[in-house]
């Protein structure tokens, strides 16, 4: 079976998971990972677990039993191998030989033995390890729930403890009221004539630990009360705290998304944080201004929020500056993470063995990730226990919500893991390859795109991240890619923004809590979130271009 219809049948049930029966995201996500295995032969499984080990041979010379390899390859080490050929079902084994590296003047000279040479095909010619093809036979015959289980495995291994940490840290900031403290410094600062481009930098800065939703609903009290006051401008302020919070969202881990397509496409985390950051600029900016239009377009009154808009959202809590923690311990528990990680990318960079010192390698071992976010939570936590007069108890309370919402998110994006690595196995990337061309941009283009239709259909942009992220992952592995993988991470995240419709859990936020209807929010915060996902995949192609980042 072709390899993209089994991709395509696997989204399908997912979607349709998602959609038609109203599942889980991580239901409908194993779902479509179990069909696309049941799908996948065996000899596809056994070709796509070999490929790494496998080389392909020029040309054989039958009287000496000398062997050529294509330029660039590198053939394996001497010892038995197995001789194959690539046919449209699988590999198809050939004999066992001995392969041999002698040294012939100035050249390595590559020879079989223990075979009949004439015997073997003048081209199309595979030879492997036999250990590689061994165990590529014993990935063909694995049961399709290992694979499943596998996938989803590796991916709590990998990001699994960021994302609780980050559920931890954005907790904390607000139930301690560190993140009101952010805000309010950052109103302070720009003051009311700039409230708009201050709800936007608090809504970005604050996306960086916390979930959109709680963004939102920490941030738009605010934006509702300003309205109140001044008597104008609430739409204004409604879409600047949306640009700011969704690129966030979607392009600066440790949020989900960002994260799971950093690990797909072997970007690090630090590396990530600071594509994400540069790249969200210029979205925002523009975001920003297609908000003061809309606001002139359609001025939007401030209506009153019931319980049919808004229900689910919490009771803002409105507390005085006085019981508010200060300012340096407010951002700490974000400032600390990225500048450990940054110090630590940087030392990677300028200073090949920064291990040689003492200072270099404590660096290292704090702004290793996980240790990184586990001293901004370690922190945030004390600042929470220390705003409610060091009663321990309040832990309870205040992260029990933290954890259940990291769990459900890490069983989302674990089973999106599980299902890219379900991709992974047939073989798509040599199918896509036939349609990705070889332009410089193609294979961006493609992640955003399928991105893009992935979000549309089902709803959720983290889904729609984590798909796509496991779609594409295989084909840039298996191509020699112009620029730096990180553009590949940051198309995704901007394909995930175009477009938030009935169907995606964040458009009912914004419009139950700003009382808008659906009409509205469609025209003004869906077609500025569309705007500023294009503006962003724009900005990663010219970067790709003018900035690739390669060696």
Not at 131 to 154: I, K, M, N
Request: charged share 10%.
């Amino acid at each position: 079976m072709d390899p993209l219809l089994i991709v395509l049948a696997g989204t399908a049930v997912m979607v349709t998971c998602l959609m038609a029966f109203r599942l889980h995201a991580f239901l409908s996500l194993v779902a479509g990972a179990l069909v696309v295995c049941l799908l996948t032969p065996a000899p596809a499984r056994q070709w796509q677990a070999l490929r790494a080990g496998a080389v392909q041979v020029a040309r054989t010379d039958v009287a000496s039993g000398e062997v050529t390899f294509p330029p660039r390859s590198k053939p394996p080490a001497e010892g038995r191998v197995r001789l194959f050929t690539q046919r449209a079902d699988g590999p198809a084994p050939l004999a066992t030989a001995l392969l041999l590296r002698q040294q012939d003047g100035d050249r390595a000279v590559w020879r079989l033995s223990d075979t009949g040479l004439s015997q073997l095909p003048a081209d199309d010619l595979w030879l492997a390890p036999v250990a590689a093809w061994e165990a590529a036979v014993a990935q063909s015959r694995r049961h399709p729930l290992e694979v499943v289980a596998d996938g989803f495995g590796d991916t709590c291994r990998g990001i699994g403890l960021l994302i609780v940490l980050a559920s931890v840290i954005g907790q904390c900031l607000t139930e301690s009221g560190a993140a009101d403290r952010i805000v309010r410094w950052i109103q302070a600062g720009l003051g009311e004539p700039r409230a708009s481009q201050g709800f936007a930098l608090s809504g970005f800065l604050l996306g960086i630990p916390v979930f959109f939703d709680t963004v939102f609903y920490l941030l738009m009290p605010l934006g509702r009360g300003l309205a109140a006051r001044t008597g104008r401008d609430f739409l204004l302020y409604t879409l600047s705290i949306v640009a700011g919070a969704t690129m966030a969202h979607s392009l600066v881990p440790p949020t989900p998304g960002p994260l799971f397509a950093a690990q797909a496409f072997g970007v690090s985390v630090g590396t990530m944080m600071a594509g994400g950051l540069v790249v969200g600029g210029l979205p925002v900016l523009v975001g920003l201004a297609y908000a003061r239009w809309a606001n002139r377009r359609w001025p939007i009154p401030l209506r009153p929020v019931g319980d049919d808009g808004g229900g689910d959202a919490p009771a803002p809590v409105v507390r005085s500056p006085d019981t508010l923690p200060s300012l340096g311990l407010s951002v700490l528990p974000i400032l600390l993470p990225v500048s450990l990680i940054a110090a630590s990318e940087s030392l990677k960079a300028f200073a090949p063995a920064p291990a040689a010192t003492a200072w270099a390698g404590t660096i290292h071992f704090l702004g290793q990730t996980q240790m990184s976010l586990l001293l901004g939570t370690v922190i945030a936590v004390l600042v929470l226990v220390r705003q409610n007069g060091w009663r321990w108890r309040i832990l309870k309370d205040a992260l029990a919500p933290a954890v259940a919402s990291g769990g459900v998110i890490l069983l989302i994006t674990a089973a999106g893991g599980a299902f890219g690595a379900a991709l992974r196995q047939t073989d798509v990337a040599s199918r896509l390859a036939a349609f990705s061309g070889s332009g410089h941009f193609a294979l961006l283009t493609a992640a955003f795109a399928v991105t893009a239709l992935v979000r549309i259909a089902q709803g959720s942009a983290t889904v729609a991240m984590i798909t796509a992220a496991g779609v594409v992952a295989p084909l840039a592995a298996a191509a020699a890619l112009p620029y730096h993988p990180v553009y590949l991470a940051l198309a995704v995240g901007c394909g995930s923004k175009p477009i938030p419709w009935l169907n995606d859990s964040g458009f009912w936020i914004i419009s139950r809590m700003s009382g808008m209807t659906e009409a509205e929010t469609l025209k003004t915060a869906s077609v500025m979130m569309s705007l500023m996902g294009c503006v962003g995949f724009a900005l990663v192609l010219l970067g790709a271009w003018l900035l690739p980042l390669t060696p």
